[in-house]
């Protein structure tokens, strides 16, 4: 009797652990995307919070840190690394580092990952190497999220296969080369970040094929040639900053009729010709135009529906008087019409009663509060 109850118990042991195996392997990740995570783990190097230390085992979507899978396929979904954002238990390994720190680069075998929906590997600082080029393989991509890094090399162009992509920001890195044509097929996109770069050329003309971009940040770059008038046909956008390049040429009466656009910024440029009456007089509250070659008068086109949180026109060439209007505006916060050719009286009243000197120094021959007082030369 004994040796048979022994044997009924070794049994359903067995089956037990038997089941438990089989279970495991189904809520694992495949052993190809396994052996692919190990590869991306070794091309990379974390020495203050250990979060590499969480990838051991077999089963990569259990408690692994930064990774997500498919709750029904167990296939890997999301890689999330930002330097920025590791949890308070992993920050206690290291209590004097703030922020993240990781140098290597980013292995190709993360391409093999086709299920990924989500790439952030961003704020690491360290980190080297180009973009791999079989990037174009992640059929399924809608966030690549390179950003605050040390990448070099140029935007694949395969980029443009990507067409599911919603964000791409490859901001804060040392990226060269231009911005390729291809980068209009993504008409998913809604979030595009590639400023503080070293990206030159031309913004291609058919930039507007973006119809669902809502924000748009290309600075502090090196970027040359026209501002495409394309933009404006992008119905959503309502962040644009083209600051910081070599941009020439005008800017477009259009950008002032885009229903969306909130912020406009084009400063530091080589931009020439007149302001549009239609950019000074839309529903914008963040217009910055200056440290450009800006000829022309000001438009005296401000009224009710002007609030402006920052009007920089400085460093220009504008001429003319300041717009009366402008007292009639609903708000205006930063003003700055420094360094330019205006001439005769600051008008009085709102918001010029509060504004200081270095709203308007360096100008021909402007008079008046907070300036000093007009004469019959200056008037």
């Known amino acids: 009797m004994c040796i048979s109850a022994s044997l009924v118990t070794l049994s359903v042991v067995t089956s037990l652990v038997a089941l438990i195996t089989q279970l495991q392997l189904v809520q694992s990740c495949p052993s190809s995307e396994w052996a692919s995570l190990m590869a991306i783990k070794a091309s990379l ?11 051991r085992g077999t089963n990569c979507c259990y408690k692994w840190y930064g990774i997500a899978c498919d709750p029904t396929t167990r296939r890997v979904a999301q890689i999330n690394l930002n330097g920025l954002t590791v949890p308070d238990n992993r920050r206690r390994l290291n209590r004097h580092a703030t922020t993240g720190y990781m140098t290597g680069h980013i292995s190709p075998s993360i ?20 973009i791999p080029s079989c990037i174009q ?12 890094n040390s990448i070099t090399g140029e935007v694949p162009k395969s980029i443009g296969s990507l067409t599911q992509l919603t964000m791409l920001n490859l901001a804060d890195n040392r990226i060269s080369g231009t911005i390729p044509t291809t980068l209009t097929n993504l008409r998913n996109l809604v979030h595009l970040d590639l400023r503080n770069n070293l990206m030159r050329g031309h913004i291609p003309t058919d930039f507007g094929r973006l119809n669902n971009m809502n924000r748009a940040f290309l600075s502090h770059n090196l970027l040359t040639g026209p501002i495409p008038e394309t933009i404006s046909r992008i119905y959503g956008l309502a962040v644009l900053d083209l600051s910081m390049n070599r941009l020439s040429g005008k800017v477009h009466e259009s950008l002032g009729r885009m229903p969306v656009l909130d912020s406009l910024k084009l400063k530091y440029n080589r931009l020439t010709g007149e302001i549009p009456s239609t950019v000074l007089g839309s529903r914008m509250t963040h217009l910055d135009l200056r440290g450009n070659m800006l000829s022309g008068e000001i438009a005296d086109v401000f009224g009710e529906r002007s609030y402006f949180i920052n009007l920089d026109l400085s460093f220009n060439k504008l001429s ?60």
């Open 45 to 55: 190097y974390e020495p203050n919070f250990g979060i590499f230390h969480t990838w």
């Open 111 to 130: 391409c093999n990952l086709t299920q990924l929906s989500s790439i952030t590997i961003s704020d690491w600082k360290g980190i080297s190497g180009i």
């Open 137 to 148: 393989t992640l059929s399924l991509l809608q966030i690549l999220d390179l950003s605050n």
């Open 320 to 379: 003319g008087s300041v717009p009366k209007s402008l007292s009639s505006a609903n708000y205006i916060g930063h003003l700055d019409l420094s360094h330019n050719r205006l001439c005769g009286r600051i008008p009085s009243g709102e918001p010029f009663d509060r504004l200081r000197t270095t709203s308007f120094e360096d100008n021909k021959c402007l008079c008046g509060m907070p300036l000093k007082p007009c004469t019959q030369e200056t008037v």
